[in-house]
């Protein structure tokens, strides 16, 4: 059955089963080290008892210790695949192995609350499913297959132009990314500079990002040459966020999901002809998305309001896509500090340091996508209305006990383990200094506006 294969998408295949393993690798790690501090049987935050979606918890109870097992079992099947030895195999082996990363991952998300209410998180639940009927080398891709990662791209990017165009009005004239690259959540290293670029390039910015997202995923259903180059100029756009930002894996998934328009003619594939039994599979799961993408595409062309990173159903298949709605436009970080003096009222405050965002001005910011820093990134949140009660102030009595695990999620503990006697939040605005600034203090941020938000705060018996 020649007619069903995709015969110049094998490299395609083989990026995309190897770049979607090492997403899973990333995530499973991301998991055994926070998850078990944030949800674990010692959390910040419940979880629920009662999963929504498919889980292993459904009928095991859970321990950190079996999360733990969940984890490391996950990042070695991801590992192997990185690898390629499952790939080796007949094509129920490496479609065993994704979906056990499927499945895994699945029954981690179902417990993760608040802290993996991320978009990234449904993608490569997305993402591992799709990539475990690509098959093995012993023959080529399925085109259904490849034509469903199209349709994934294509709601990941045409969804995020959309929710622009249809959101804050900065996106419409032309003036979104003159405020973004200082207010996204997780600054990187070269954010500044691209924050101090002059005005006509951040129009230009803009128009480059409608262009990409807007226009060119239509290209990518035609095969061959158009195809591969909107695929490139996917990517182009897409290592310039991963160079200003940092924004877990979804830059990188992106990426990946991209290689899967590019057609190089002539590389090996194994047999052009793909046997019955893979033919009757691959159709059906084509079928499937066909039947599950009726909300996802409603969402795109004809809803009203349209929603972003929103799951139509349990499997968390055929997915809404999007992010950046709107910009915000002041940076307000919530900085906790901590004493040790008796008296709060004329004590001397220390200042508890995150890996990822803003603390100290002189500081710059570091690359950590796509390693995904979840208390960071929750903490980015706050300002924008969440409550300081739930899970943060959990976190803050965390700190007065001196907790050893929830000290490992922050870059700087000023006690160095011991009991701080009182803990504070202070809310300071944020800016990139200028370059001037830069050059007389050495600073990269500029702090002003401080207030007292919460506390002093302490332990009580």
């Not at 893979?278 to 004809?302: D, E, K, Q, R």
């Not at 000290?407 to 202070?426: I, Q, S």
């Given at each position: 059955m020649?007619?069903?294969a995709a015969v110049?998408y ?7 089963q ?5 997403l899973?690798?990333v995530a ?8 078990p ?8 935050q419940r979880r629920p008892?009662?999963p ?7 009928w095991?109870?859970?321990t ?5 097992m969940?984890?490391s079992g996950?990042?070695?099947v991801?590992?192997l ?7 080796l195999g007949?094509?129920w082996?490496p479609?065993l192995a994704?979906l056990?990363?499927w499945a895994?991952?699945?029954s981690v998300?179902s417990?993760?609350?608040v ?9 490569l639940?997305?993402l591992g499913?799709?990539?475990a ?5 012993s023959?080529?891709?399925?085109i259904?297959?490849?034509v469903?990662?199209w349709?994934l791209l294509?709601r990941?990017?045409f969804?995020?132009?959309m929710i622009?165009?249809r959101g804050?009005?900065e996106w419409r004239d032309?003036?979104a990314l ?7 959540p997780m ?8 924050h101090l670029?002059?005005?006509w390039?951040h129009?230009?910015?803009v ?5 990409a997202?807007l226009?060119?995923p ?7 040459v158009v195809?591969t180059v ?20 979804l830059?990188?998934?992106t990426?990946?999901i ?5 057609a ?5 594939i194994?047999?052009?002809e793909l046997?019955?039994?893979?033919v009757v599979?691959?159709?059906a799961?084509g079928?499937?998305y066909?039947w599950?993408s009726?909300?996802?595409f409603?969402?795109?062309f004809f809803a009203?309001?349209?929603?972003m990173?929103?799951a139509?159903?349990?499997l968390q298949?055929a997915?809404?896509?999007g992010a950046?709605g709107?910009?915000?436009?002041v940076?307000?970080e ?7 003096d008796?008296?709060p009222?004329?004590?001397t405050?220390?200042?508890?340091e995150?890996y990822?965002k ?6 710059r910011p570091?690359?950590f996508a796509?390693?995904h820093?979840?208390l960071?990134?929750l903490m980015w949140?706050?300002p924008?209305?969440?409550g300081?009660?739930g ?8 700190l007065l ?5 929830t000290?490992?999620l922050?870059?700087?503990d000023?006690?160095a383990g011991?009991?701080p006697a009182?803990v504070?939040v202070?809310?300071?605005?944020y800016?990139?200094?200028?370059r ?10 500029v702090?002003?506006q401080?207030?007292?938000l919460?506390?002093?705060?302490r332990?009580?018996n």
């Amino acid at each position: 059955m020649d007619g069903f294969a995709a015969v110049d998408y094998g490299l395609a295949r083989e990026v995309l089963q190897r770049g979607i393993a090492a997403l899973f690798v990333v995530a499973f790690v991301s998991t055994l080290r926070q998850f078990p501090v944030l949800l674990g049987e010692r959390g910040l935050q419940r979880r629920p008892k009662q999963p929504v979606r498919f889980t292993i918890f459904r009928w095991l109870r859970y321990t950190d210790r079996r999360l733990r097992m969940l984890c490391s079992g996950g990042i070695v099947v991801a590992a192997l695949i990185v690898a390629g030895l499952p790939q080796l195999g007949p094509p129920w082996l490496p479609m065993l192995a994704f979906l056990l990363l499927w499945a895994g991952y699945m029954s981690v998300t179902s417990l993760g609350a608040v802290f993996y209410s991320f978009g990234w998180e449904m993608l490569l639940l997305e993402l591992g499913f799709l990539a475990a009927f690509l098959g093995s080398r012993s023959q080529a891709p399925s085109i259904v297959v490849i034509v469903l990662f199209w349709w994934l791209l294509f709601r990941l990017e045409f969804g995020a132009g959309m929710i622009k165009i249809r959101g804050g009005r900065e996106w419409r004239d032309f003036t979104a990314l003159t405020y973004h690259h200082e207010t996204q959540p997780m600054p990187g290293p070269l954010s500044r500079q691209a924050h101090l670029l002059p005005r006509w390039f951040h129009r230009l910015e803009v128009a480059g990002n409608h262009f990409a997202q807007l226009v060119v995923p239509w290209f990518l259903f035609v095969p061959g040459v158009v195809g591969t180059v909107a695929a490139g100029i996917v990517v182009a756009t897409q290592l310039w966020l991963v160079l200003t930002g940092n924004f877990a894996w979804l830059n990188w998934a992106t990426i990946v999901i991209a290689a899967s328009a590019v057609a190089v003619p002539g590389a090996p594939i194994g047999s052009a002809e793909l046997p019955a039994y893979w033919v009757v599979i691959t159709w059906a799961i084509g079928a499937l998305y066909l039947w599950l993408s009726w909300p996802a595409f409603h969402n795109l062309f004809f809803a009203k309001r349209q929603v972003m990173n929103c799951a139509f159903n349990r499997l968390q298949l055929a997915n809404a896509y999007g992010a950046f709605g709107s910009v915000t436009k002041v940076r307000v970080e919530y900085v906790v500090e901590g004493t040790r003096d008796a008296n709060p009222r004329d004590a001397t405050w220390h200042e508890y340091e995150f890996y990822g965002k803003p603390g100290d001005a002189r500081r710059r910011p570091r690359q950590f996508a796509p390693y995904h820093l979840r208390l960071d990134w929750l903490m980015w949140f706050l300002p924008l209305g969440r409550g300081l009660d739930g899970w943060f102030r959990t976190f803050l009595g965390r700190l007065l006990e001196a907790d050893a695990p929830t000290l490992r999620l922050v870059r700087h503990d000023p006690f160095a383990g011991e009991r701080p006697a009182w803990v504070r939040v202070v809310a300071y605005r944020y800016r990139f200094a200028t370059r001037a600034q830069h050059r007389e203090t050495g600073a990269v941020w500029v702090r002003d506006q401080r207030r007292l938000l919460k506390g002093p705060m302490r332990l009580r018996n």
